[in-house]
Structure formats: C-alpha cells, structure tokens
C-alpha cells in the first residue's frame, strides 16, 4: 500500500475479526463443511468449551509436533472455557509433563509459547527463533497464566501479500499461522484467492473468462486491485494459477478454522471490471479516476438492484470456495475513491445490507487511517456490528480520542511500523505501551482489540513479540523490564553483552515516539534514485534518522560480545545481521553530506574519495544481507517463477515480483506517481545489483561535469530501473558467509 501521510494516497492498513466461536450457527456449519467441489479434507470447527474436551491429539498437538519434534509428545493440550468470554490459558506440569490448556487450540499455542519464553528460554518468531531445548522440558514453578485483555487479536495487513511475499506456498503459510497462534491472535487477514472469487462473480455477471483473468493483476499487485486502487499490471493470470491459488487460500482458512482463529475475508464494495454498465443493462457506475498514475476501477453504486445481485454472487461464490466467516474486511472508496453522485451514507447503509443478507452475524471491519472511516459510514450503519481497526495510534500526535472520532464505535489499537517491506529496525514501542494501556482502562472505552498492520511482515522480531503481549499483560506493560528478559528469551541464558546490546536498541531504533509525526524507522540512501540532497528512499518515508547513529553503533559489539554457548540461535544470526545491517544502512546519511559538500567545492580528488568509500560501504553491505536468507532477492525471484506453468508465464510472475520492489508499476506510476522504491529494502541482489548501478552511473556522470566544469546532464532513471527490472544478472538464492564474521568487519569499519 501506499500511504500517503501528507497527501492525496490515504492509507492501508489490516482488518480485523470475530473469533470463529462467535459466528451464528449458520455461519459455523457452514464454515465446516469443504468447499464443493474441492479436494481436501473437510474443515473441523474449534473444540468446545468443556473441560474434558480431549485435544491431546487436536490442531494444538499437531502445530507442537511442526515446531518441535522432539519434545510435542512431553505437552498435553486440554480445552477449558473463556472466563467471562475472555481467552484464558494455563501451563502447569512437573518436568517432562507439561500440561497446557486454553479457550481454543490458538490460545493453548498462546500459553505454551509463554511458557518456552518465561520458563525454558526459548522462542519462536518469523524472524529468527531459539528452539534448542533440554531432552526434558523444565518443569513449571506454581502455574504460567494469562487471560486476554482484548476480544480481537488481528494480524496482517491489507499489503501484506504483495510486500510480504505474494509467491509464498503452504509451507511458508503453514508456518507463518502456527507463529500467530504462538503469540495469540485470533483474526487474521487472508486476500490469497481472492481473484477466483472475482473471476467466478463476473463470469455470471457479462463477462469471459479471458476478460476476467485480463482484469486480474498478477499475484504482487493484487492487494492493490482489492483495495480498489488499479487493476491488469502484472497479469494476465492463468486459470493454472488461480487454481494454485485457490487450493492454498482454502488450506489457509482451514488451517485458522481448526485452531479456533477467524479467516477475515475481503467483503464487496462494488468494484467491478470495465464497461459494466453497458454489458449490464440500468446499471450505474462511478468512475473513480487516477490513483498514482493507474487507472482506479470503476464502483458499482450500492443502491442498485445491480450491486444487489453482484454481492449476492459474490458471496455465495465466496462462501462455496472458502466457507463463511463472522468479520468482513471493507473499506469504502479507498485511497482517494470518490463517490460522485451517490451519498455516502446511503452507499454504506447499501453494503452493510448485502453482508448481512449473505452473513448476517457478521461483523464489518474498516480501517481507521487518517479521516477514515468517514463519519457518514458510521453514522448510517450498526455501530455495534463494526470494528475500525486503528493504522495510526502511535503515528499522529494529534491523535487522542477515538470515542469521540468515531461516535463510540468498537476499535482495535493498532501499528502499522513497516511500509513497503523496507528493512529499517525500529517501531515506537513506548507510544503502544502507554496509549493502549490508558486508552483502554479509560471510562467509557470502546478499545476492543489489538491489529498488528506492517505493511510488509516478517521483520522486526522484537517490534512483533512486544506488540502482540499488549493483549495478555494485566496491567501497564513495563519496557524496560520487557526488553531485559528479551534477549533471555531470544538467546536461551541471560547475558550481561546480550542485556547491553538490547537496552541500546530500546533507547534508540525502539526508542522513538510519534511526537515526530513518524510510526517507522527512516529507509537507507543506499536505495534512493541518486540525488545529493536526497534525503529517503521511498516518497513518503521519514527524511532523517529518528535516532542518534551513534548511540546505535553501540549494540554491534555488545552482540558481538555474547557469550559463544548463545550464537547458535536462528534468531543469534538474525539480530546480528539485522544490527549490522542498519549499522552500515545508516553510513549512507552521514556519508552523503560530505559527498555533496565536496562537489559543491568542486573538490574532485575528495568527491572520488568519498564516492569511493559509498560504493565500499554498499558493497560491504551486500554482503552483511547476503548471510540471511531473507534477505535475497533470488528467494523472491525463486518463488515466483516456481508458480509458472510455462516458460512465458514464469517470466511474467517473475517481472510481477521484481517490478513492486523497484519501479512498482508504469513510468506514470514510478515517476509522477512517486511509486518507484516504495518497497526498497536492503536485500542482497539490490543493493549489488540496481542500487549500485544508480549510484555509480550518478557517481560517474558527476565527476565528468566536474572535470569538464559543466552541469551534470539528466539520467532518464524509470529507463535506467525498468531495464533492470526486465533483465537483470541473476541472483543467488541461498545465503552465503559467516555473519559473525562480516559482523566483525562491520564493527572494525565503524571505528
């Protein structure tokens, strides 16, 4: 997504949920039942509230012996009813024998995680773990106990396919739910299959299949086309694909089902493919004009009989693919949507009526970022049957009262720490801690929930685990405390180097506030088209460091400093290339003044030193990401060209994946529409590859204006990037190097 904070594209974020055990009983048979016609086994709806309802063998069991194969058959899992309708867990045991029991099967993974954390130093995330354990699991002192403090615990952004990694396959998704159970949400976004649902719509409402699967775009762009932004680039789809895609978005939602967590489906809010009124006799649509240099589909305006019968199929074709769900994700006119003619009230009074007449228990969630919701939405629907789910809590100072923005409608506290998928460590830790606390243990509160909403996943481990304990800490949560039995958790032992390294970290990346008017970490140079006075990366980015580089650089030889028993981690490697990583990310801001400096002087022996030691510092800092297997552009070049039927389609995929990383979309997109590097980050293949070629072609063309005293000429830079992006010199897929080792060299360079 892109979020314009200061301008014209508003913004993303997630959306969230009801718990599957609050659906009507429709819903929940329906959701039981395998979609027809579709092989795989049927969906099992979660375990009752009994206390004697055995799950030593259920979905908890099973996700126990994914993560841990040694020890799954030392833990029991046993069901235990909410307390006053909260989430409730328990772990007790004497070594060896652990008992675990919980509200749902998500809940008990909740309490065993917290347990591996406080009891057995152990931890797994998405980015990184520390997962060796003794033969016997320790026994539990007394009990280890939580009971939410929230009713929705939702995860994933609206983007979050695209940046996150739209070529993923069950293996990755699998893992990736079993890491949410562990750190207890109940709601999660799914958009994966969504295009089939769309394709079967319109085929029923006018138009071919080839039509159709022209209007989809390709897998890395779909979010966008869902949010109502664009459509087409990057496609078209193969009815092979949409298959695929279809068979992993229905593994996905069964997956949540069994372990008691809400599949949160995309609703309908009236977008429809072109020429629709002419194929579709009395419709009316709205055009909805440019977004960012692409044409915006056209809205079917909800008040027809037209819109009736296109969300009437909608969800029935929904329902029959992936079965129901009791929330709905949808955001009216989103990112510049214009309702033209239509009033916006009767518009929503319109799509709250399609959702209740296909679900009718169902709750609608909307995203909260900037002025949406509009008031017009909130003042024409059932207030009680929504949940704005908040993008911007800790982002804007000026905002301090969400009962009175939103007329006392149910929100979820929300973060949306990432944009684009850039590397940056940081988040405003202290912002969550103190609002969510006071917000919700105000008089009259409506906070219901927690939305965990980086636009991109998968990074910022310790941003994840602190953000997620928010809901099951009585009381304030204490940060300092928290980020002392951080890295005893991380790292297996305590530390005294590890405990340094994490308290520079909570004083500066983890440090900041949304008095700046920021919610992420500021992007690195590295990735920015060329300019000396550039000052971010991506177009809506901070433009300088919201912390002291200095004060930071100390963490790098804490970390180095652990003690050797701790540095066999998963997560060990990972922070230390994440650190390292940021270290020499944060050179280019200091570097790029002085390079600036001396060709405003004119200064050419010194422009070519200084130019000499930014391409030095790229080249060291393609190798400190080379360590990581995150971190490779040939991963995600790899995936995606592993969901291609033929040759030609792989190709296409490939151009899909690469092309939202760098240039985005079309020229008007990348240039005037500022999309090019909204989803730069620090990967191993960029920086080597485009980056670099930017910067020395800029480098290059600078030192000749010098020597020949003449202005540099223009670098057509779309051009320069879009041939990059369609031919490129291939990229490993597997890591390379010793991180300790390039960590080391990080560490001597800084000095």
């Not at 969906?43 to 004697?52: F, G, K, M, Q, S």
């Not at 060209?641 to 030609?648: F, P, Q, V, Y």
């Not at 990348?670 to 485009?690: F, M, P, S, T």
């Amino acid at each position: 997504m892109h979020i314009a904070r200061r301008s014209v594209l508003g913004a993303l974020a997630g959306s969230a949920a009801l718990g599957t055990l609050g659906a009507s009983p429709a819903e929940a048979a329906a959701s039981a039942q395998p979609p027809p016609g579709v092989p795989g086994t049927p969906l099992v709806p979660p375990a009752p509230d009994r206390p004697d309802a055995p799950t030593a063998a259920g979905p908890a069991a099973a996700a126990l012996a994914r993560l841990f194969p040694r020890h799954h058959r030392q833990v029991t899992f046993r069901t235990i009813p909410r307390r006053s309708g909260a989430d409730v867990y328990r772990v007790t045991g004497q070594a060896g024998r652990i008992l675990v029991e919980g509200s749902t099967p998500a809940v008990q993974l909740t309490g065993f995680h917290r347990y591996l954390r406080d009891v057995a130093h152990a931890h797994v995330s998405w980015a990184g773990e520390r997962t060796a354990l003794p033969a016997t699991l320790p026994a539990v002192r007394g009990s280890v106990t939580a009971e939410a403090n929230v009713r929705h615990r939702f995860a994933l952004n609206d983007t979050n396919d695209g940046y996150t990694g739209p070529y993923r396959d069950w293996a990755y998704w699998e893992r990736e739910i079993d890491i949410l159970a562990l750190h207890g949400y109940n709601e999660v976004l799914v958009y994966a299959g969504a295009d089939e649902v769309y394709r079967r719509t319109f085929i029923e409402h006018g138009y071919t299949d080839a039509e159709c699967r022209n209007w989809v775009p390709g897998p890395a762009h779909q979010p966008w086309w869902l949010m109502q932004n664009m459509s087409a680039f990057g496609g078209p789809v193969s009815r092979a694909l949409l298959d695929r895609r279809t068979a992993l978005a229905q593994r996905i939602t069964r997956r949540l089902r069994e372990l008691g967590i809400t599949p949160v489906l995309p609703g309908y809010s009236g977008t429809v493919p072109p020429d629709f009124a002419r194929r579709n006799k009395g419709a009316r649509t709205v055009p909805q004009g440019d977004w960012a240099g692409f044409r915006r589909p056209d809205w079917l305006d909800p008040r027809t009989a037209h819109f009736s019968r296109v969300a009437r199929t909608y969800y029935r074709v929904q329902q029959e693919l992936y079965g129901a769900s009791s929330m709905y994700k949808i955001d009216l006119l989103h990112e510049g949507g214009t309702p033209g003619p239509v009033p916006v009230s009767a518009a929503a009074k319109a799509v709250e009526k399609a959702l209740r007449t296909a679900h009718p228990g169902a709750t609608w969630a909307i995203l909260g970022w900037q002025t949406n919701p509009r008031r017009e939405i909130l003042d024409a629907v059932d207030r009680s049957r929504m949940l704005v789910l908040d993008g911007i809590p800790d982002h804007y100072p000026r905002v301090t009262d969400r009962e009175k923005d939103w007329g006392g409608t149910p929100y979820a506290f929300g973060t949306i720490w990432n944009f684009g998928g850039h590397t940056a460590m940081g988040a405003n830790t202290r912002d969550w801690v103190s609002l969510f606390h006071q917000w919700r243990t105000k008089k009259g509160s409506a906070l219901r929930g927690i939305a965990l909403m980086p636009e991109a996943a998968d990074n910022n481990p310790a941003a994840f685990a602190l953000f997620s304990d928010l809901a099951w800490t009585k009381g304030r949560l204490d940060v300092e405390d928290w980020f002392a039995r951080w890295p005893v958790q991380r790292y297996g032992a305590a530390d005294p180097n590890a405990r340094r390294a994490w308290d520079v970290l909570r004083r500066t990346a983890y440090g900041t506030t949304r008095a700046d008017g920021w919610s992420e970490a500021a992007d690195g140079l590295f990735g920015a088209r060329p300019d000396l006075a550039v000052n971010r990366a991506a177009a809506w980015s901070p433009r300088q460091l919201r912390y002291d580089a200095a004060a930071f650089d100390e963490a790098l030889p804490a970390l180095l400093a652990v003690a050797p028993a701790l540095r066999g981690s998963s997560a060990y490697r990972y922070d230390l290339m994440d650190v390292a990583r940021q270290c020499v990310s944060n050179r280019s801001r200091l570097l790029l003044p002085r390079i600036k400096a001396a060709y405003d002087a004119g200064d050419r022996a010194r422009f070519r030193t200084l130019t000499r030691q930014w391409l030095d510092w790229m080249t060291l800092l393609e190798e400190t990401v080379a360590t990581s297997e995150r971190h490779l552009l040939g991963r995600w070049i790899a995936e995606a060209r592993a969901w291609g039927g033929t040759a030609a389609e792989r190709d296409r995929l490939e151009h899909d994946a690469v092309s939202l990383l760098t240039v985005w979309g079309p020229r008007a997109s990348a240039d005037a529409g500022k999309l090019h590097d909204y989803a730069n980050r620090e990967w191993a293949g960029l920086v080597g590859g485009l980056y670099r070629l930017r910067w020395k072609t800029y480098f290059t063309e600078l030192e000749a204006a010098l020597a020949a005293r003449r202005k540099p000429k223009p670098i057509d830079w779309y051009a320069l990037e879009d041939g990059w992006t369609r031919k490129r010199p291939a990229s490993p897929a597997k890591p390379s190097g010793d991180i300790v080792a390039v960590a080391r060299k990080v560490a001597t360079r800084l000095t």
